[in-house]
């Protein structure tokens, strides 16, 4: 069998209920991952079998289906997540990966989170679809460019990230605001530098200027670049964003949902921690590999 049936130009049901039973092998599977990508019809079908498993899930009888399903309407729902996290996610098999492994689970978790919450996750497909980093930094080599952080940050005690400079002994750093107050100075001998707690946070709501200044033997070079702090309002959003995520997916869906989220509102520094913990864990995820293309430089952090 093959995901479409040509003779009669319909979705193949029988060979989605193996899908969604867990019962395909790798090459049916990966058949079906790929056909779920751009096929709505399918997807709903999906969403159809999924509700008509017993509550035994995977481990019950077969879903009965009938030999002739037409088109479906779309019905996207948060189950189709839990689909793909507890039924149909093989993680770290060993097997060879198809370049589109994993993304059909990934967009039609996207898509059931638009349609329960669409002021909040309405671009999320979009996003993982897009082409091209959504962030560009000029970066020359051997050149003092401030990579993090950039867009809007959650932490009042952000990471600051920044190239390194051969033959710089240290780092000099300021943070203040746009118009020069709450400055604060710091210094660093590596490329990284969290805030410490015991020092006064960031303002929620304020919009700050990183100075970078990289002093060694062959002289001073100085960076910029410039930072928000999310308000509470944002916070908050985002607080109600995470725990909608969470509770629709786990695993690599759930992290990648959480990162493209995070791409999408600009807050980099989080969706660079996740990449790495992504790239960790499935490098050859197809969800990752976009991830990363988005990130751009930054992906190198």
Avoid at 144 to 163: A, F, I, M, N, Y
């Amino acid at each position: 069998m093959s995901p479409h049936d040509e003779r009669e130009g319909t979705i193949d049901a029988d060979l989605l209920a193996g899908y969604a039973e867990g019962r395909l092998g790798a090459e049916e599977r990966d058949a079906v991952e790929a056909r779920l990508v751009h096929d709505e019809d399918a997807r709903a079908l999906l969403l159809e079998l999924r509700d008509a498993l017993p509550a035994g899930g995977a481990d019950a009888a077969p879903v009965a289906v009938a030999p002739h399903v037409r088109r479906w309407p779309l019905v996207a729902v948060a189950a189709v997540v839990i689909l793909a996290v507890g039924v149909l996610w093989v993680f770290g098999s060993g097997e060879d990966p198809e370049p589109s492994r994993g993304l059909g689970r990934l967009l039609a978790a996207a898509d059931a989170l638009a349609a329960e919450h669409p002021e909040r996750f309405g671009d999320l497909r979009a996003g993982i679809e897009a082409e091209g980093a959504s962030v560009s930094i000029p970066v020359e080599r051997g050149s003092l460019v401030v990579l993090l952080p950039r867009g809007e940050v959650l932490s009042t005690r952000p990471v600051l990230q920044w190239s390194a400079i051969a033959g710089a002994e240290r780092y000099e750093l300021r943070v203040a605001t746009e118009a020069g107050e709450d400055a604060r100075t710091y210094t660093a001998t590596t490329t990284r530098f969290a805030l410490p707690d015991d020092g006064p946070p960031l303002t929620p709501g304020g919009r700050y200027l990183l100075e970078v200044r990289a002093q060694g033997v062959f002289g001073a070079t100085e960076a910029t670049g410039m930072f928000r702090v999310a308000d509470l309002i944002a916070r908050e959003d985002a607080e109600g964003a995470v725990e909608a995520i969470h509770a629709a997916a786990q695993g690599m869906e759930r992290d990648l949902l959480l990162a493209f989220y995070a791409l999408a509102n600009e807050r980099y520094s989080r969706a660079v921690e996740l990449l790495g913990r992504l790239e960790a864990a499935d490098p050859d995820h197809e969800g990752v590999r976009r991830l990363r293309a988005r990130l751009g430089p930054l992906a190198e952090c």
